[in-house]
C-alpha cells in the first residue's frame, strides 16, 4: 500500500510542471484522468461606455467657380406715356405735333383754318364758313403700309373746348378726299363709320349712318382707335370698341392717315400708328 502510494506521488511530480497532470491509478485496470490546471480567471475588465467622437465641421472647399463682382446699374426711370409698347416685329409711326415735318396742311383753306401749335394739331371754322367737314392727311412711310400689315392699330386723342358739340375724328387708308375710311364721334351719343370710295359710299358696308355707339363719350375729350385683327377692323372709343364693330376689312385706296372735321374747333393729337407687318 505504501508503495503504490509512492509511485503514484512520484508520477504527480514529476508531470507538476506541465500544464496538464496525468493521474494514473495502480489497478489491474489502469484509468488515466486528465486533470487542468485550474487557472484563475482575469478579473473582468471595466469598459468605459463607448462615445462617439465627435469631429468637428470642416469646411469644405467651395467649387472652383468665378464669382462675376457686383456691377452698379444705372436707376431705370420709366416716362409716363399713353402709348402702347410695340412688339419686337413692330413699326411705329407717331406725331407729336412738336413741328411739321411731316407737311401737315396749315393755314386757311375751304372755311377752315388749321395749325399746329403747342404739341396739337388745330382745326377751326372760319369765314365763310363751309357746308362740308374739314379733310386733312397725309402719307405714310412705304415701310408702314396698312394694306400689307398682318394687323395694325391707329391711334388719336380727340379734345373740344368745354360747351363745343363733338363732331370730328379718324380718317385712314386715304387716297384722297374721296377715297378714305372714317370713324367720327358727332355729340356725346352717336358715331358713324364710313368708307367712299369715288366719293361713294355703299350702303351695305359702312354706310356712315349714325348710330349709338353704346359706350360712355366724354364731352370734352375721347381717344378714338381703328384696330386691324384678322379679316377685321375693330372700332374704339376710349378702350371700348363701339356696337356697330367690327367690320370686315378691305384693301384700301390709298395708305394715308389724317383727320376729319365740323366742329366749331377740335385738337388732335398724340396720334400713333403701330404695325406688325405680314
Sequence with gaps: MRL?????????STTSWAQETT????????????VKRATAAPPPVRVAPATTATTPPVARPRPDTATAPAVARRPTTTTPTRTVTAAPNALLFRESFESNNNLW????????????????????????????????YIKLPQSVNLNKAASFTVTVDMVVPPGVKP?????????????????RIVGTNQVSIKTVVNGTSFAQYMPGKLTDPKVPVDPVQNTLTVRKAGDKLHFY???????????DFRLFNGNGIGFISASTTVKFLNLQVQLIPD
Design 4 to 12: 503504490v502510494l509512492f509511485i503514484t506521488l512520484l508520477i504527480v
Design 23 to 34: 493521474v494514473g491509478s495502480a489497478t489491474s485496470d489502469w484509468v488515466f484522468i486528465r
Design 105 to 136: 396742311l396749315v393755314g386757311r383753306r375751304n372755311g377752315y383754318e388749321f395749325e399746329i401749335a403747342k404739341g396739337g394739331y388745330y382745326i377751326r371754322k372760319a369765314l365763310p364758313p363751309s357746308p362740308k367737314p374739314a379733310q386733312c
Design 167 to 183: 363732331d370730328a375724328g379718324l380718317l385712314i387708308g386715304v387716297k384722297d378726299a374721296e377715297n378714305n375710311c372714317q370713324f
Design 237 to 247: 372709343i376710349n378702350g371700348r370698341e363701339v356696337e356697330n364693330s367690327p367690320h
